[in-house]
């Protein structure tokens, strides 16, 4: 069990531009998750995904969000566009099953400054 | 809609002394309580869960919870702080919907 991994740890882009993160989840688990995280804010749930499927997206993800998990594997998470406003710690999660009562597993998180 | 309340965004202890971290929720369905740890530029790692059953759930580190229905309550302790436990401490709510909803947290400073 190597754990949840995500790529890259830091990101700084110039307002505009288009960035995208990847995560790798622990391979049994077939749920996977983003969230947000802001200074002095705790995760905020942006979307997940079982198996390949995007089951729920949040209205934090706007239009300029968009995430894939093909074959259910790794995922990624792309912001097109970006802006001032997107600067935050991306945070990835998986979990094994289907019930709400499964902890999610978070990876180290991907910081990305956006000037 | 559910929500968490973390009373004390900042909480001192003295190593030695005891922990206690206040969460409390709004659910309108019996929830799944999680706490979670954040040491800096790290991931969330779960420290306890209460799911059903006991409603004092013993954790890692020697963290305890427990859970009150009337209170709305899951406040997290441990007996005897280690400057190790200096961190940031999350607690979080789940129902039917799988995501989970994430208070603001507390950084706990230990103090020497």
């Known amino acids: 069990d190597t754990g949840v991994s995500q790529n890259p740890r830091h990101k700084i882009t110039k307002r505009g531009q288009n960035v995208t993160f990847r995560c790798d989840p622990i391979?049994?688990?077939?749920?996977l998750y983003w969230y947000r995280q802001t200074l002095g804010q705790g995760p905020e749930f942006l979307t997940y995904?079982?198996?390949?499927?995007?089951?729920?997206k949040s209205r934090l993800l706007s239009d300029r969000f968009s995430a894939e998990r093909p074959k259910g594997s790794f995922s990624t998470l792309e912001i097109q566009r970006t802006e001032q406003g997107d600067s935050a710690m991306y945070l990835c999660?998986?979990?094994f099953g289907t019930g709400a009562s499964y902890e999610q597993y978070f990876g180290p998180g991907t910081r990305l400054t956006v000037t | 809609a559910q929500s968490v309340t973390q009373l004390g965004s900042h909480v001192s202890v003295s190593e030695g002394a005891l922990v206690l971290l206040r969460c409390n929720y709004s659910?309108?369905?019996?929830?799944?309580l999680f706490w979670y740890v954040q040491y800096p530029n790290q991931g969330l790692q779960l420290l306890l869960k209460?799911?059903?059953?006991?409603?004092l759930v013993k954790g890692i580190n020697g963290f305890e919870a427990e859970f009150k229905k009337s209170e709305t309550s899951f406040h997290l302790t441990k007996p005897s702080a280690h400057m190790s436990d200096a961190a940031e401490y999350f607690c979080?709510?789940?129902?039917?919907?799988?995501?989970?909803?994430f208070g603001t947290g507390t950084s706990l400073t230990v103090i020497p």
């Open positions: 999660a998986s979990s």
């Open positions: 391979s049994e688990h077939n749920r």
């Open positions: 995904f079982q198996n390949e499927a995007q089951l729920e």
């Open positions: 659910s309108s369905v019996p929830p799944y």
């Open positions: 209460y799911t059903t059953g006991a409603t």
């Open positions: 979080a709510v789940s129902e039917g919907s799988n995501q989970f909803y």
